[in-house]
Nanobody, 123 residues
Framework: QVQLVESGGGLVQAGGSLRLSCAASGRTCSAYHMGWFRQAPGKEREFVAAITWSAVSTYYANSVKGRFTISRDNAKNTVYLQMNSLEPEDTAVYYC????????????????WGQGTQVTVSS
């Protein structure tokens, strides 16, 4: 069992940056592949980025590639999402998720989820 808590969301102007954090407790997060997803009002939850437990491989949605960077610090049990060049279309609740065996974009394959953190980008 692992508990995930996101932080770092807020209100930012278009073109700005935010860094989200996801702190894991319970079983060490180094045992899990981690992902970030987001959900805008009236839309389905969508994949943003993922990182393997060793951080050797990362994956990104096309919409954020080149602007967002996922990273992790297993010593701190924390995963990060650095978001640059933010656009109003990035406005959503951002969730982190953990999987013991899957690495990728399918939200149904993740075992644990955080409660989310709101990101709002104004134009």
């Amino acid at each position: 069992q692992v508990q995930l808590v996101e932080s770092g969301g807020g209100l930012v102007q278009a073109g700005g940056s935010l860094r989200l954090s996801c702190a894991a407790s319970g079983r060490t997060c180094s045992a899990y592949h981690m992902g970030w997803f987001r959900q805008a009002p009236g839309k389905e939850r969508e994949f943003v980025a993922a990182i393997t437990w060793s951080a050797v491989s990362t994956y990104y949605a096309n919409s954020v590639k080149g602007r967002f960077t996922i990273s992790r610090d297993n010593a701190k049990n924390t995963v990060y999402l650095q978001m640059n060049s933010l656009e109003p279309e990035d406005t959503a609740v951002y969730y982190c998720a953990a999987s013991s065996s899957y690495r990728g974009s399918d939200r149904g394959r993740y075992d644990y989820w955080g409660q989310g953190t709101q990101v709002t980008v104004s134009s």
